[in-house]
């Protein structure tokens, strides 16, 4: 009853907007309208015919339309509840992330005393106590991933330069205690990572060995400072060996590329410092004469 009695006032509404006069034609009962013939009809233009037939086109379809706007937006709220339920489980990623940063702040703050020629160990032991912080924390962060299976690239980079980071100073850590690197494995086990849902992504550990790198130079000008001048031989060694097994990858041109581009240069800071050790004929126990 609603649909005719809106098709009935539509109409006529039309036929006024159509035609304004009045008296062209007299107020039709509508049941008889409906049956009325169309050269009994008011001249009208041809524009508005078509205008004619598309209003009643538009009427005969309200229904599907009204279909079609349920469905959008039924679609749409799953889009709003999905969209905020990811938005929820970024933010606790993004938490516990944070607390990874802080850890490896305090972890980098204390290898920065190796450069100020303070005992290894003593440096080394305070950095260590923080690996286990880390540990604990990619452990919460794993078990946050679980409840978003199949989906850790696209909340990768919420961690990624967090890891990058603590990733290095693993590594550093354990080359100022063996001179070798510390491989991908061993450094995915002291994080607590490697389960086939979360792992320690390659890129990520290359990186960190890159910024590991970084900090060579800089030992290396303070240890002959303070008379160990065989620091630079080893570090050169070292590097030398690491950037030939870099040169075996094809890297594309991003942030890793230019972190390895990088780790010439501090190649190129080591050999100035041995070179200049070497040509002064310093020994490692200071000695001059005895060739390094």
């Known amino acids: ?94 938490a516990v992330a944070g607390e990874i940063e ?34 604990a924390l990619y452990s919460n962060l794993a078990e946050i991933l679980k409840e978003c299976p199949g989906q850790y690239y696209r909340f990768h980079g919420e961690w990624r330069s967090e890891t990058q980071t603590a990733v290095s100073l693993i590594v550093l850590l354990h080359w100022l205690e063996t001179g070798d690197l510390l491989m991908h494995k061993e450094t995915e086990a002291k994080l607590g990572l490697g389960s086939s849902e979360f792992g320690l992504d390659i890129e990520d550990y290359l990186t960190g060995v890159c910024f590991m790198s970084n900090e060579l130079p800089r030992y290396v000008v303070n240890q002959v400072t303070a008379g160990d001048y065989d620091c630079p031989r080893k570090v050169l060694n070292f590097l030398t060996e690491l950037h030939a097994a870099f040169r075996m990858l094809n890297l594309r041109n991003d942030l890793l590329r230019r972190k390895f581009d990088g780790m010439k240069y501090d190649l190129r800071k080591v050999e100035e410092v041995y070179y200049d050790v070497k040509i002064r004929g310093l020994t490692a126990n200071g000695d001059p004469g005895v060739q390094g």
């Open 102 to 135: 802080s850890a490896a702040r305090f972890m980098h703050s204390g290898l920065l005393l190796v450069h100020q020629s303070r005992p290894v160990p003593e440096v080394l032991e305070r950095a260590k106590s923080q690996i286990e912080v880390l540990k």
């Open 1 to 94: 009853m609603k649909s005719s009695s809106a098709l009935r006032n539509g109409v006529i509404t039309l036929f006024h907007s159509l035609n304004p006069n009045p008296n062209s034609y007299k107020t039709i009962p509508f049941r008889k309208f409906i049956s009325i013939n169309k050269s009994s009809l008011p001249s009208l233009p041809t524009s508005n015919t078509n205008k004619l037939r598309f209003f009643c086109s538009s009427m005969a379809q309200s229904g599907d339309s009204v279909y079609s706007s349920s469905s959008v937006e039924k679609q749409f709220e799953g889009f709003r509840s999905t969209l905020e339920d990811s938005g929820k489980l970024r933010e606790r990623i993004k």
